[in-house]
């Protein structure tokens, strides 16, 4: 059984579209993340979620609008896509909110959305 | 100036050969340290914690200077398959977050 799981995989579609992505982890888990890793490899975090409640939202545009439903699931909303939000967003689970000790993260496989 | 900086290669090497790559971190609070590791299009996975006295899992050995505020990783022995990108990983103060470095490429070759 995959732990942290998204989907698509992949999204091509035109600038103006909306788009999903969904992500489900099946570890129990009481936080999740959105990860963004555009062209350069830059991996950054744009949200946090820790038993549904958003905790870290770092400076990403309105347009992205994450939903977590219950503590399993993290779901990524774009409205309006732009030629730069093409990259590949990996979603990723940890066991607490705070990772001093095992810094682990989780990561699914990623969903790469390109923009024409 | 970035979090987290590291040299991004590509390190090209034999196999067999020792390789070793540095990482500096800006905020000398930070309190947390690791080493990931990402295969070409594929998610990072973590490869080891970074402790203060060092530490050693197999062929790798990961070093943290806090006075110079950075952290290294040596690969003894280099096999092919360990061809991927090492993602250098600071975690604030806050520990709420992990940041991540833009990573270094090792490429091992026969």
């Known amino acids: 059984d995959t732990a942290v799981s998204q989907t698509p995989k992949y999204l091509v579609t035109q600038m103006g579209n909306d788009k999903s992505i969904k992500c489900e982890q099946n570890?129990?888990?009481?936080?999740m993340y959105w990860y963004k890793q555009d062209s350069k490899k830059f991996l950054k975090i744009m949200f946090s979620?820790?038993?549904?409640?958003?905790?870290i939202n770092e400076t990403v545009p309105n347009r992205f609008s994450p939903k977590s439903p219950d503590k399993a699931h993290l779901n990524l909303h774009i409205n309006s896509l732009e030629l730069g939000d093409s990259a590949v967003y990996f979603c990723?689970?940890?066991?607490?909110?705070?990772?001093?000790?095992?810094?682990?993260?989780?990561f699914g496989e990623g969903s790469r959305l390109t923009v024409l | 100036r970035k979090e987290v900086e590291q040299d991004p290669g590509p390190f090209n090497v034999p196999e067999g050969a020792t390789v070793a790559f540095n990482c500096t971190y800006s905020n000398s609070a930070s309190q947390s340290f690791f080493w990931y590791r990402q295969d070409c299009r594929k998610e990072p996975k973590l490869l080891m914690s970074v402790y203060s006295s060092g530490n050693e899992d197999g062929r790798f050995t990961a070093q943290l200077n806090r006075a110079s505020q950075y952290i290294s990783l040596l690969i003894r022995d280099s096999k092919l398959s360990d061809s991927a990108t090492y993602l250098c990983v600071v975690i604030p103060l806050d520990g709420n977050k992990l940041v991540f470095g833009a990573g270094t490429i090792l490429r091992v070759k026969s």
């Open positions: 570890l129990g888990h009481d936080t």
């Open positions: 979620y820790n038993n549904k409640e958003l905790i």
């Open positions: 990723a689970s940890s066991q607490e909110l705070r990772q001093q000790n095992t810094g682990e993260l989780f």
